[in-house]
């Protein structure tokens, strides 16, 4: 059963134009989000997340956006730069009890020069 | 460097080996996590800790497997008769838990190959 859902394995960006990450969940109690950005051989770095009070959070370049109704989330990363280029995860979080965080199965994204 | 530590950072074993994994948190950090992250997947929970306590264990975790954080600072995670299912990243994070705000911090993890 998943939870979470990333259902573009990946993606392709011209340099400097927009990427857009796509997320899906299916557990209400959910209440915290994050994303996560993996480079090969790493761990994943905290990239930004946003509260279930909030519908929007920006943090420079990335851009995190809520629709609790439709139970969807979006990575938004504008201008796209060479360096984005990684994996993506999304996770959520209940944020009682363990707080632990379930992962989606991450998009791959790819920004051309 | 204060971030997460972990060591190994790989590990070949034979099948029906016994393996330990470090993991050095974060210092102030009062939780820390265990996932394990197989190929084409997202991390998945294993098991965390407060402090010393270890407060959940996910049903992914065997009885083969045990973590303890013996003094609140750094957790071992053991697999004991390892199994070719067991190939895996296995990934430690810690957080420090203020108020509604709960950032995980991960380590580079420890990737595991049993053949």
């Known amino acids: 059963d998943q939870q979470v859902k990333q259902n573009s394995p990946s993606l392709s960006v011209q340099e400097g134009r927009i990427s857009i990450l796509n997320c899906d969940y299916t557990?209400?109690?959910?209440?915290?989000f994050l994303w996560y950005k993996k480079y090969p051989a790493e761990g994943p770095t905290f990239l930004i997340s946003?509260?279930?009070?909030?519908d929007k959070n920006e943090d420079g370049r990335f851009t995190v956006f809520l629709n609790k109704s439709a139970k969807h989330l979006s990575l938004h990363i504008v201008p796209s730069q060479p360096g984005d280029s990684a994996v993506y995860f999304c996770?959520?979080?209940?944020?009682?009890?363990?707080?632990?965080?379930?992962f989606g199965t991450g998009t791959r994204l790819k920004v051309l020069a | 460097d204060t971030g997460v530590s972990q060591d190994p950072r790989h590990k070949i074993t034979k099948r029906g080996q016994n393996v330990t994994f470090r993991c050095d948190p974060i210092?102030?950090?009062?939780?820390l996590y265990w996932y394990r992250q197989t190929l084409g997947q997202g991390p998945e929970f294993l098991t965390y800790?407060?402090?010393?306590?270890?407060?959940?264990k996910s049903r992914l975790l065997s009885d083969r497997f045990s973590a303890e954080r013996p003094k609140g600072s750094f957790s071992t995670l053991e697999i004991q008769r390892t199994e070719q299912g067991d190939s895996a990243m296995y990934l430690c994070?810690?957080?420090?838990?203020?108020?509604?705000?709960?950032?995980?911090?991960f380590g580079p993890g420890t990737r595991l190959t049993v053949l």
């Open positions: 557990n209400s109690m959910f209440d915290y």
């Open positions: 996770a959520a979080s209940a944020r009682r009890g363990t707080y632990k965080y379930i």
């Open positions: 800790f407060q402090n010393e306590a270890q407060l959940e």
């Open positions: 946003i509260s279930s009070i909030k």
């Open positions: 210092s102030e950090h009062n939780r």
């Open positions: 994070a810690s957080s420090l838990v203020a108020g509604n705000v709960n950032e995980q911090f």
